[in-house]
């Protein structure tokens, strides 16, 4: 029987989504969602896009008002750095992830784009952290059923998508076995 298999045999690339599987015991990644910035032969990273941190972006980066947006923890490597994804095209610099979603860009453009006004708070998610993984190490976290790879994210699914219902809403749109596992209480000895 299968029935606790989690993988859905689709490999892990830049752009795609992993879904921690319903139990998994790492607090950093419980029932999370994480965008896939880079997968290659010298590791992998990404940015948890569904755990919000307690501060805002004003609280955190001097001199920004105005623009009242939540920071997130991307996961558990470098706290101590700021990322942002974003769906501006007129921000410089940024790597294009998926069509219409970019990673970073001109710090100093964005800070002056925000001070006159010329970007809309909602087309930005800021992050302290990122989700790193060592060369072969997301490879044994998928055979040991801790991930779920899904298809490409949307933009829409990053910057829209509420927080608190986003893992269950995208195993939902996987369809069959995924969407039980979005019903899973969070300690099933409470059911």
Not at 5 to 27: C, I, Y
Not at 101 to 123: A, H
Request: negative net charge; contains cysteine.
């Amino acid at each position: 029987m299968d029935y606790f298999k989690f993988t859905n045999h689709l490999e892990p690339s830049k752009g795609r989504l992993l879904l921690s599987e319903p139990f998994l015991p790492d607090p950093n990644f419980e029932r999370t969602v994480v965008l896939l910035c880079e997968h290659n032969d010298d590791g992998s990273f990404g940015f948890v896009l569904n755990k919000v941190s307690a501060v805002s972006l004003e609280d955190i980066v001097e001199g920004i008002t105005n623009f009242d947006r939540d920071v997130y923890i991307g996961g558990p490597v470098q706290q101590d750095s700021l990322h942002f994804l974003h769906r501006s095209t007129e921000l410089e610099g940024g790597t294009e992830i998926v069509d219409g979603l970019y990673w970073g860009g001109n710090f100093e453009q964005l800070m002056s784009m925000i001070e006159m006004r010329q970007v809309k708070p909602g087309d930005f998610k800021f992050f302290v952290g990122y989700s790193g993984w060592e060369t072969g190490q997301l490879e044994k976290e998928l055979k040991a059923d801790s991930w779920i790879v899904t298809s490409e994210a949307t933009p829409d699914l990053v910057f829209d998508q509420e927080e608190d219902v986003m893992w269950k809403s995208v195993l939902n749109r996987l369809g069959g076995r995924f969407s039980v596992y979005s019903n899973y209480p969070i300690d099933p000895r409470l059911n």
